[in-house]
């Protein structure tokens, strides 16, 4: 059974940094695509990130370039996601999902974390 | 790249069938076969329900289906049961190299 496990969401003041992990077991890591999703208090889905099986590329919504990274461990079949320059437009649930093939692009999300929450707040 | 166009909530009696439109463009929904929905009960984590604009994942029940005209996809539950209330979600791949998901729909069994 894939069981994707968040951590690293927390209450943090605007500007400050964070690292969100996610432990993925159930499933040969490294042949797969990840990704991040969130979601903010009352709104809907929105894609943050993917990366390849083998971090060669990964893409990012436009919002969080130049802040947001990506980043997988495949050793540790780990999932990562460095969040820089916090804004409370940032506060949301942040889930892990899996991607159905190797490239991030042309996925489907097949299966998700129940999320870390991170509240950017002074 | 802006949100994929969902109607805000849907409803339906036991038994019935209902239909959730997800509207976008030429550059994602028009322009690529990788249309999912997803079934998201608050609190838990999301479910696939459908991929590539028609196919079901292993175990998802064939009451629930996938289809796709132009730039509009659609879910369509049939025989619906009390179970199947939940917030929905489509999302494709965009050109702009995004993944792009709706706004959400909330159905409501009544």
């Known amino acids: 059974e894939v069981q994707l496990v968040e951590s690293g969401g927390l209450l943090v003041q605007p500007g400050r940094s964070l690292r969100l992990s996610c432990a993925a077991s159930g499933f040969t890591f490294e042949e797969y695509a990840m990704h991040w999703v969130r979601q903010a208090p009352g709104k809907g889905l929105e894609w943050v990130s993917g990366?390849?099986?083998?971090?060669?590329?990964?893409g990012y919504v436009e919002s969080v370039k130049g802040r947001f990274t990506i980043s997988r461990d495949n050793a540790r079949n780990s999932l990562y996601l460095q969040l820089n320059s916090l804004t409370g437009d940032d506060t949301a649930f942040y889930y892990c999902?899996?991607?159905?093939?190797?490239?991030?692009?042309?996925?489907?999300?097949?299966?998700w974390g129940q999320g870390t929450l991170v509240t950017v707040s002074s | 790249q802006s949100a994929l166009a969902q109607p805000a909530s849907v409803s339906g009696s036991p038994g019935q069938s209902i239909t959730i439109s997800c509207t976008g463009t030429?550059?994602?929904?028009?322009?690529?076969?990788?249309v999912s929905w997803y079934q998201h009960y608050p609190g838990k984590a999301p479910k696939l329900m459908i991929y590539d604009v028609f196919k079901r994942p292993s175990g998802i029940s064939h009451r629930f289906s996938g289809s796709k005209s132009a730039n509009t996809a659609s879910l369509t539950i049939s025989g619906l049961q009390a179970e199947d209330e939940a917030d929905y979600y489509c999302?494709?791949?965009?050109?702009?190299?995004?993944?792009?998901f709706g706004g959400g729909t909330k159905l409501t069994v009544l």
């Open positions: 999902a899996k991607g159905s093939g190797v490239r991030w692009e042309h996925n489907s999300l097949d299966s």
């Open positions: 030429s550059s994602d929904v028009g322009a690529y076969q990788y």
């Open positions: 999302s494709s791949y965009a050109s702009s190299s995004t993944l792009v």
């Open positions: 990366i390849s099986w083998n971090s060669g590329s990964s």
